[in-house]
């Protein structure tokens, strides 16, 4: 995972402000096409942030923290026409007469520009999803925040506070029949703002600063009212829960037209969504002959007092069972990762896989408590594209939440195979070392657009390279590697069965526990986020096979010539661009 201020993950995109923007002109007409370009863009992203204050914050433009993007039909409509206009100044510009940063770059304007205009007249989450109308997350960053000082980050807060209500009645009125898991998790999360979010910490916290009394009064009576449009935003969930049965909802799935769309535009990948299913269904069946072979000659170092068993998914499971008892303890299991980081650093330069920047070591940490949720995990923190100085961290949640039989489970899940590919996806040479190169070529477009499959593509490629070049070579090493990477393969085998057929949660459950060998609160879990999600599960394995597929091709056009680390650097040089925008510039 990736904790990065990136695109929105809901299409509500609407105006708060009327659209002045004077902060570049649409575009200038000098003899370089080049910075005429660089003009317009610094002007489509100033017209973003302009549209929509709530994600102009989140990426650190604090100065949107005061506002909040209110889910109106007149929103929409200035969307629609602050977008036409955009894509008319787009079509201005000859990509021929760009550089090839900036050929990415606009194309991938136009891409969100397409989307944009499909999710708002197509797919219109706005009409069916109540999980999309939460001001949880807007509020407790401005209030949590490390920057600026408290009683100034409480006057912006008290701002946005006051759009609550307008917020909430905004989003009764575009609701017209809901989806059932989108309505049970808009009840949890919209609880869950009253509990965690508007709640007497942060009366605590107004209390305790240093403002005059006027303004915390001020303050209070806004939270209350608040309050108040939250609460009644959760009684008419409930309402609407009460009259809804599988019969009247929405279904949540989305029908192989729209997910087939939703794949082009949300991944921008080279593959369609029938070819990406395909290539999975393909892995999946080499993944288990793989693990089969490797069980076979494990067995009896494993499993010594007894015959496998004729069934060979139960054989596989028996052997991965006993070689997740290899695992750190509790109390060691943050110092464990920290101790892996310099080691994964030396292999890639012994390989030579790639060339790293010693002068941006990752830090790790322990996981901050305001951004613990929900029990133990791992991610990768990066500064967004207005904190350039920003460190980037490693952050592990120690597993102090866990009771020892939760514990023991999660160390076997990370075990001492396991636990490294985690660290190679998140931080080297994955997240982390994708980050370093894609900041050697900084583009506000890529850091704020970046194409989710490229990025987690590469995170799920880097642990194939590093097997592949001998990291800790061994059968145990494959065997769960393997395992790992069915994850990632059967998450895209059910975005698509989700959403484009009838798959049953019985089959699902037959394809996550029994094929893919995962623990049944796991499957459950990515159930539950399949029915929430479109397309996004399959962003992994998309890339990943992208990337891959772009170096078998290249390793056969160049033949010997072939070089895997100016194949790596080359590929990281362009940023977070769609894998197929990067293929066409390195095939020039
Ligand atoms: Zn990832
Ligand atoms: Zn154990």
Known sequence: ????????????????????????????????????????????????????????????????????TLPTEAQRTREATAYAALRDSLGTFDPAALSVLNRMDLKMLRDFLTAQRWYRETLKAHTWNP???????????????????????????????????????????????????????????????????????????VARADLPRAEKRRFNERLDSARAAVAAYVAYLEDVQQALDTASARDFRLGPEAFRRKFDLDLQSGFTADEVFARAKARKRYLHRHMDSITTQLWAKYVPDEAPPADSLQKIRRVIDAIAESHTTRGAFVTTIREQIPELTAFVDSADLLT???????????????????????????????????????????????????????????????????????????????????????????????????????????????????????????????????????????????????????????????????????????????????????????????????REALKKQQGDAFDLKAFHEQFLSYGSAPVPYIAEAMRE
């Not at 609407?14 to 096409?33: G, K, Q, S, V």
């Not at 917020?167 to 989806?179: C, D, G, I, M």
């Open 356 to 550: 790293q920047d010693p002068t941006k070591p990752l830090v790790v940490r322990e996981t901050p408590l305001y951004m613990r949720g929900g029990g133990a995990g791992a991610s990768v923190s990066a500064p967004g594209p207005y904190d350039q100085d920003g460190e980037t961290f490693y952050n592990v949640t120690p597993l102090d939440g866990y009771d020892e039989a939760g514990a023991e489970s999660y160390l076997r899940e990370y075990n001492d195979y396991t636990l490294q590919i985690l660290n190679v996806h998140e931080a080297i040479p994955g997240h982390y070392t994708q980050l370093v190169y894609a900041n050697k070529a900084p583009s506000v477009v890529k850091s704020v657009l970046g194409n989710g499959a490229m990025i987690e593509g590469w995170a799920v490629y880097a642990e194939l390279m590093m097997l592949e070049a001998g990291y800790r070579n061994s059968p145990e090493m494959w065997l769960m590697y393997d395992k790992w990477n069915l994850r990632v393969t059967t998450n895209a085998i059910l975005d698509h069965l989700v959403h484009t057929t009838n798959l049953s949660e019985a089959e699902a459950m037959q394809l996550l526990v029994a094929e893919a060998f995962q623990e049944r609160s796991e499957a459950e879990g990515k159930w539950r986020r399949a029915k929430l999600s479109q397309v996004q599960l399959s962003s992994y394995f998309t890339g990943f096979t992208e990337i891959l597929a772009l």
């Open 1 to 68: 995972m990736l904790n990065r201020p990136l695109a929105r993950v809901l299409a509500l995109c609407l105006a708060l402000l009327p659209l002045a923007c004077n902060t570049a002109p649409e575009r200038t007409d000098t003899a370089d096409p080049n910075a005429d370009f660089d003009t317009f863009k610094e002007h489509f992203v100033e017209t973003l942030w302009e549209l929509d204050p709530t994600w102009a914050s989140y990426v650190g433009r604090r100065e949107y923290d005061s506002l909040l």
């Open 131 to 205: 999980a999309a109308y939460n001001v949880g997350g807007a509020c407790a960053r401005v209030l949590q925040g490390r920057y600026g000082t408290l009683p100034g980050r409480l006057r912006s807060l008290s701002n946005r506070l006051a759009l609550v209500p307008t917020y909430y009645a905004a989003a009764r009125e575009n609701l017209e029949t809901t989806t059932l898991p989108h309505l049970q998790l808009a009840l949890v999360q919209s609880r869950g703002v009253l509990d965690g979010v508007l709640n007497q910490a942060m009366r605590d916290s």
